[in-house]
């Protein structure tokens, strides 16, 4: 990979090594900018006051005692991993058949891109709204399965395809074309060549799309009725009050999204490098 | 040929069959029901475009909507200024550190946006961070009680919690960017601020144009945000929707809000990404 890197160094101006300074400095106040709130959180979370703020008192782990000794914050858990773990799974099946059926023509292709990209483009608010009209009006009971998945998979499908299409599209056909030739069935040329090429991409996207559904707030709280899935459960509690355990919930959440998406970013570096050898 | 079609049309249908029931019908169903009426009966279906009377009627709402542009359009424009450097800083680093770099800025974005929000209330409160180092460094004496709730409050967390839709973007164009051009204006004579502007910001354009987009629809569709930090000066346009449903029970307006508040963002879209097509913004930037 080229890089403008490279380029940099060879444009010998006086001034280069200042501009260099500078950009680091930036580089390192835009970092500070992104960690002193997690940081600031991660610590509340461990200190010994009522009221959630400065100064540090003492170390405590009780607020972490108290989130997991509450069986409302334990059954959001629950909900959230379980509806991550789903519309992951069904989210990414349907994204994957649709990038393989991009891979050929059909009628209307531009239009179904657009149908595609909607739930991404609609302003979040929006987003919350139809569903509490859509299920409403067709009188379907409000619930973590019978509504609030649906919206799920609905969200993290555009984001499941975007990710899996270009992988698609950069794929070899050459290997497809030559198992062909030599009579294998398309099915068999799905199992046998294309799917353990884009395997790592695949597991990558569903990993992606299982923090996109776990990190979910707005649609779901229209959506999910009395239930209670992380997002939602912190949210009501914060609209109740400051409670001093609510740092504590932050930073289990953040640990959560945060461990998945990084294994699922490094199998998707990896999936990268593999396709690029092929 | 034919068969390529027909297989074609059977993989994408199933994602199109679902798309068309929970995508495009509940859109269809908020526009429709932005022409009924709804009353403390309930929603009928009886056709009027009184929802859309009172919107023009009462200026409150061109007020908030008005507002709503103005906020996502200054975050937008700060977060370009702020991602734009650190673009630049992640894409002419080495190979070696560059994945380091990147997921560093990724981290953050890994978890659900009402904790990033969330963080802003410790940061900015009374017994805050900012407060307690003011006052450490004797710059103030009492604690300032004009950080939170207001809109400055939510810029500020709006920023936080969508650069990366900014960031991302430009740093894509930008490690594209064939370093021989930059090589070839400094053999020509350039200097470093007319390399930027002749050659290497044109070339990032695309970039730029769709992380403008992202954070501009992003945050005008917030509701998170301006609900917990903004207090009531700093209210955007999902606090006046939400409440149609969870508070006054006023469906068909909520919908002709929702309705008026597509149209303007679909609008200024149009106007900002004239140039982009909206497919380049998810793809590859």
Not at chain 1, 149 to 172: C, E, K, N, S, Y
Request: net charge positive.
């Amino acid at each position: 990979m080229s890089s403008i890197a490279s380029a940099e160094n060879t444009m010998k101006t006086s001034s280069f090594s200042l501009r260099r300074t500078a950009l680091m400095v930036y580089a390192a106040a835009f970092y500070a900018f992104l960690y002193v709130p997690i940081l600031l959180l991660v610590a509340l979370s461990f200190n010994d006051s009522q009221i959630t703020g400065l100064p540090f008192k003492a170390f405590t782990l009780r607020w972490y005692v108290q989130v997991f000794n509450s069986t409302d914050m334990l059954l959001a858990i629950g909900s959230s991993v379980v509806l991550g773990i789903l519309s992951a799974f069904i989210a990414t099946t349907l994204a994957l058949l649709l990038a393989l059926g991009f891979r050929h023509e059909f009628p209307l292709k531009g239009l179904l891109m657009k149908i595609i990209l909607m739930p991404v483009l609609i302003p979040g608010i929006v987003g919350g709204v139809i569903y509490l009209i859509f299920f409403g009006y067709g009188q379907i009971p409000f619930g973590l399965w019978t509504t609030a998945l649906p919206v799920h998979i609905t969200w993290v499908l555009p984001f499941a395809f975007l990710t899996l299409f270009p992988r698609m599209h950069g794929l070899d056909r050459s290997l497809e074309e030559a198992a062909a030739d030599l009579g294998a069935r398309p099915s068999t040329v799905f199992f046998r060549i294309i799917l353990p090429i884009i395997k790592p991409g695949v597991v990558a996207t569903t990993m992606f799309a299982f923090t996109l559904s776990f990190d979910e707030f707005i649609r779901t709280l229209f959506a999910i009725g009395s239930q209670r899935t992380v997002p939602v459960h912190l949210w009501s509690l914060l609209s109740d009050q400051m409670a001093p355990f609510l740092p504590a919930v932050g930073v289990i959440i953040m640990m959560i999204s945060m461990i998945v998406s990084l294994i699922g970013f490094s199998l998707s570096a990896r999936s990268n490098n593999s396709i690029g050898s092929y | 040929m034919t068969t390529t079609n027909l297989r074609g049309i059977l993989l994408v249908l199933p994602a199109t069959v679902w798309l068309l029931v929970f995508s495009v019908a509940p859109v269809i169903l908020l526009i429709t029901m932005s022409f009924w009426t709804s009353s403390i009966f309930g929603t009928t279906t009886d056709f009027t475009l009184d929802n859309y009377r009172v919107i023009l009627d009462d200026p409150i709402y061109f007020k908030v909507l008005a507002q709503t542009i103005r906020i996502s359009a200054t975050v937008t424009l700060i977060s370009l200024i702020v991602s734009y450097p650190m673009a630049y800083f992640i894409a002419t680093r080495p190979s070696a550190t560059k994945a380091l770099f990147l997921v560093l800025l990724f981290l953050p974005f890994w978890s659900s946006y009402v904790v990033r929000t969330f963080v802003w209330l410790p940061m900015l409160g009374r017994t805050g961070l900012v407060n307690t180092i003011l006052m450490k460094l004797g710059i103030i004496n009492a604690p300032l009680d004009w950080l939170l709730y207001n809109e400055g409050a939510t810029h500020v967390a709006l920023v936080y919690v969508y650069t990366l839709f900014m960031t991302l973007p430009i740093y894509l164009s930008l490690d594209k960017l064939d370093p021989k051009l930059i090589e070839a204006a400094a053999d020509l004579g350039a200097g470093p601020w007319r390399t930027f502007r002749r050659v290497i910001l044109p070339l990032s354009m695309p970039g730029v144009l769709s992380g403008c987009v992202m954070v501009f629809l992003l945050a005008c569709g917030a509701y998170v945000t301006p609900q917990l930090l903004g207090g009531t000066s700093g209210i955007m346009f999902g606090n006046i929707i939400a409440p149609q449903y969870t508070v006054t029970n006023n469906w068909a307006l909520g919908c002709a809000l929702s309705v008026v508040l597509i149209l303007v963002v679909s609008f200024c879209l149009i106007i900002l990404g004239r140039k982009v097509r909206l497919n380049d913004v998810f793809i590859g930037g």
